[in-house]
Structure formats: structure tokens, C-alpha cells
């Protein structure tokens, strides 16, 4: 017969898959098209005197890069970054 220790056990385990499994589809269901504003918007703000968040903007276009090397998605993130950056106020 199971003891209380076993099931909490098996109930932390089995919380604990779900939690990283939900974590690791959240973080994968960035668009293209989101990521190229998020750098696209910080890099405008970069040009306006905010050095954080040109920081920013230049740690997350690296991320990005790497994100989409070797992959279609580059030619589309590279796109809709022009585009998005073209919009800058």
C-alpha cells in the first residue's frame, strides 16, 4: 500500500513535469514577427539616448540571431526587423 510520502512524491514529480513543460511551450511560442518589434522597439529607444535599453536591444538581437540561425525564420525575422525599425518614432 502507498504511503502518504510516495504520493506526495509522485504528486511533486508529476507538478513538476507539467511546470516545465508549460515553461518550455510558453517560451516557444514567440512569433518571428514579435521578437523583430520587441528588438525593433528597443533599438528606437537606443537611438533616442536610452542606453539600457540599446543594451538590451543589442543582448536580445544576438539571442535572436541565434535563434534563427541556420533556419527560413532568419530571412523572416531579418525582415520584419527592417520593417519594424522603419516605423521608428
Known sequence: MATTRNIMK???IN???IL???TVLT???GSVESDAKKVA???C???KGDVDALTEATALGTEMAKKYAG???LIKYTEALVKEAANCK
Open 20 to 22: 516545465m513543460a508549460s
Open 41 to 43: 522597439e528597443l533599438t
Open 15 to 17: 507538478l513538476g513535469v
Open 10 to 12: 509522485k504528486l511533486i
Open 45 to 47: 529607444k537606443g537611438g
Open 27 to 29: 517560451s516557444c511560442g
Open 71 to 73: 533556419s527560413e525564420d
